[in-house]
C-alpha cells in the first residue's frame, strides 16, 4: 500500500488587494469633482433659469400665440395662418419692413464706414492718452439710453428753434423741416442711430486693427505699399474677421430698430419711418392684437436669421483667418 506524500494545494484563494480606484485619494478625488459640478450647477442656476423663463418661454409663447386670435380679454381662438396673411395684405407692414431693410443697409454702410476709418485714425501714431481719449469719447453714447437721445436730438433739430437749424442759420442756410418730411425725417434717424451705435463697431474693429502685426506693414512698405494700397492689401483682409462680427452685430441691432424712430418722427410723415418693431409694438400694445403682433416678430425673426446666415455664407469668400 504506497501512501501519497505529494504535498496538498490549497484551495483557498488569497485575499483580493484593493483597487487603485477604491484607494483613499481617488475617493477624495471623486468627492471634489463632484462638489466641483454641485457649485458649477448652483452658479449657473440663475443665469439659466433667467434665460429660460425670460427667454426660452417667450419664444415658445409666441410661436404658438402666432396662430390665434387673442386680445389679452376674450379666450384665444385659434386662426391658423390668418395672422400671417392680414400681414402680408397690410400696405402699412408692407412699408414698414421695406423701410426696415432700406434703413439696415443706409445706418449699417456708415455705421462700419465710420468705425473703420476712426479705428484707423486711433490706431495711428499719437500719444497714448490722446487714444485712449478718442476710444472713451466714441464709445460713451452706446452707454446713453436710446429713449433720452432720440428725445434730445427731436429737440436738436426741431425746425423752429433747434440748434442745427440756427446753426445753420448763421451761415446764410435757410430752415430745414427735418421730422416733418419724408427724406429728412430719415435721415434724422438713421443719423441718430449711426451716432448712437457705431461706438461697438469702433471697438471691436479697434482690437482687430491693433492685433495687426507690425511687421506686415514694415513688409508692405518695402514693397511700395501704402496709404491706402497698404490698408487694402494688409489691414482690410487682417480685420475681415473682425469686421465680420462687426457687420452681424450692427445688422441685428438696425433690424430691431424701435426707438430712434418712434421717439423722434411716430413712424412719420406718414408711414415713411415706421419701422418692422413699431408694427408689433403698435398691433399688440395699441390695437390689442397679440396673435398679429406674435406673427409679426416671427416674420421679423426668420428675416434676422436669413440676413444672417446669408452673411455667414458670403464670410468664406470675403474673410481671411491668419
Known amino acids: 500500500m504506497s501512501i501519497d506524500t505529494a504535498p496538498t494545494r490549497s484551495t483557498s484563494r488569497p485575499a483580493s488587494r484593493p483597487s487603485a480606484e477604491d484607494s483613499p485619494s481617488h475617493t477624495r478625488a471623486r468627492r471634489s469633482r463632484r462638489s466641483e459640478r454641485w457649485v458649477i450647477i448652483l452658479l449657473l ?3 439659466v433659469l433667467g434665460m429660460g423663463i425670460f427667454t426660452l418661454l417667450p419664444i415658445v409663447g409666441s410661436l404658438a400665440l402666432a396662430f390665434f386670435e387673442w386680445d389679452l380679454i376674450t379666450a384665444p381662438e385659434f386662426a391658423g395662418l390668418d395672422n400671417f396673411i392680414a400681414l402680408g395684405a397690410d400696405a402699412t407692414v408692407r412699408t ?30 499719437m500719444p497714448v492718452w490722446l487714444r485712449l481719449f478718442f476710444r472713451s469719447t466714441f464709445f460713451f453714447p452706446l452707454v446713453l439710453s436710446a429713449a433720452s437721445v432720440s428725445i434730445f436730438m427731436r429737440y436738436m433739430f426741431n425746425e423752429q428753434f433747434g440748434v442745427v437749424n440756427w446753426l445753420l442759420g448763421t451761415v446764410g442756410i435757410a430752415q430745414v423741416p427735418w421730422l416733418t418730411t419724408s427724406t429728412g425725417a430719415a435721415a434724422v434717424v438713421i443719423f441718430v442711430f449711426v451716432w448712437q451705435n457705431f ?20 513688409a508692405a512698405e518695402i514693397d511700395g505699399a501704402r496709404g491706402w494700397k497698404a490698408f487694402k492689401n494688409v489691414t482690410l483682409p487682417l480685420i475681415s474677421p473682425s469686421l465680420l462680427v462687426a457687420s452681424v452685430t450692427a445688422m441685428i441691432t438696425a433690424l430691431q430698430v424701435f426707438d430712434q424712430p418712434y421717439v423722434l418722427t411716430r413712424g412719420g410723415p406718414g408711414d415713411s419711418t415706421r419701422s418692422a418693431v413699431m408694427v408689433v409694438f403698435e398691433a399688440a400694445f395699441q390695437r390689442l392684437e397679440f396673435g398679429l403682433a406674435s406673427a409679426a416678430g416671427l416674420v421679423l425673426m426668420a428675416l434676422i ?12 469668400r470675403f474673410v481671411f483667418y491668419q
Open 199 to 218: 461706438g461697438f463697431s469702433f471697438l471691436i474693429l479697434l482690437g482687430g486693427i491693433a492685433a495687426v502685426p507690425q511687421e506686415l506693414y514694415e
Open 96 to 125: 414698414a419692413f421695406l423701410n426696415t431693410i432700406v434703413f439696415v443697409v443706409v445706418a449699417v454702410v456708415l455705421q462700419l464706414a465710420l468705425a473703420v476709418f476712426l479705428a484707423v485714425m486711433v490706431q495711428s501714431r
Open 305 to 316: 436669421m436669413l440676413i444672417t446666415w446669408i452673411q455667414f455664407r458670403l464670410s468664406r
Open 45 to 47: 442656476a440663475p443665469t
